[in-house]
């Protein structure tokens, strides 16, 4: 039934698809299996879903976070000063600074201060005026997306997805409107 024991695996990374079948007798696993075959077909489709997943959570988690600035604003006439806040008053929780390509444990909050790294950077505007000119609030750092583009989350609220070319003219655009306002106080 069986000429000899055989193993297949195939498996999946941002290089590519790698598949290997080894075999007691030599040239028995020159051909991938049927099984070995479909997987390698559907590892691709698998993991396209599996980064359009984490790319909506990090939409979600951006948008979050842009809600917690506008609760903040609202409540205290101001920008939050930092993420830290958001943290230290109940707004958000640590967690909420963690993308989801990252398993690392969230930043903590020290004397008001960020203790670790967040995956996302705040872009404090320079004018409460700015927040409807649709200039960047938030966005996730880039390199996640293998060089696409990252997530970013507005003044006004709403969160895209924008390609590299896309997402640095607009942070040089929110950050020329930043140092306007300034240059005019």
């Given at each position: 039934?069986?000429?000899?024991?055989?193993?297949?695996?195939?498996?999946?990374?941002?290089?590519?698809?790698?598949?290997?079948?080894?075999?007691a007798?030599?040239?028995?696993?020159?051909?991938?299996?049927?099984?070995?075959?479909?997987?390698?077909?559907?590892?691709?489709?698998?993991?396209?879903?599996r980064?359009?997943?984490?790319?909506?959570?990090?939409?979600?988690?951006?948008?979050?976070?842009?809600?917690?600035?506008?609760a903040?604003e609202?409540?205290h006439m101001?920008q939050?000063?930092?993420?830290?806040?958001?943290?230290?008053?109940?707004?958000?929780?640590?967690?909420?600074?963690?993308?989801?390509?990252?398993?690392?444990?969230?930043?903590?909050?020290?004397?008001?201060?960020?203790?670790?790294e967040?995956d996302?950077?705040?872009?404090?505007?320079?004018?409460?005026?700015?927040a409807?000119?649709?200039?960047?609030?938030?966005?996730?750092?880039?390199?996640?997306?293998?060089?696409?583009?990252?997530?970013?989350?507005?003044?006004?609220?709403?969160?895209?997805?924008?390609?590299?070319?896309?997402?640095?003219?607009?942070?040089?655009?929110?950050?020329?409107?930043?140092?306007e306002?300034l240059?005019?106080?």
């Amino acid at each position: 039934k069986y000429l000899s024991p055989e193993i297949s695996a195939v498996s999946a990374d941002d290089e590519g698809i790698t598949m290997e079948n080894f075999a007691a007798l030599p040239m028995m696993s020159d051909m991938p299996s049927a099984a070995g075959a479909a997987t390698a077909m559907a590892l691709p489709a698998l993991y396209k879903v599996r980064r359009q997943a984490y790319r909506a959570a990090s939409m979600a988690n951006l948008h979050g976070l842009a809600m917690a600035c506008m609760a903040y604003e609202i409540e205290h006439m101001r920008q939050p000063p930092g993420l830290a806040v958001l943290i230290d008053q109940g707004y958000i929780s640590a967690s909420a600074l963690r993308s989801p390509h990252n398993d690392s444990p969230p930043p903590t909050v020290e004397d008001g201060q960020l203790i670790g790294e967040s995956d996302y950077v705040y872009v404090k505007p320079a004018s409460d005026d700015l927040a409807e000119s649709g200039l960047i609030l938030l966005y996730e750092r880039p390199g996640h997306y293998r060089g696409e583009g990252t997530v970013v989350a507005f003044a006004d609220g709403h969160v895209e997805f924008l390609s590299m070319d896309e997402f640095e003219r607009a942070l040089a655009d929110t950050e020329a409107a930043n140092a306007e306002v300034l240059a005019d106080e």
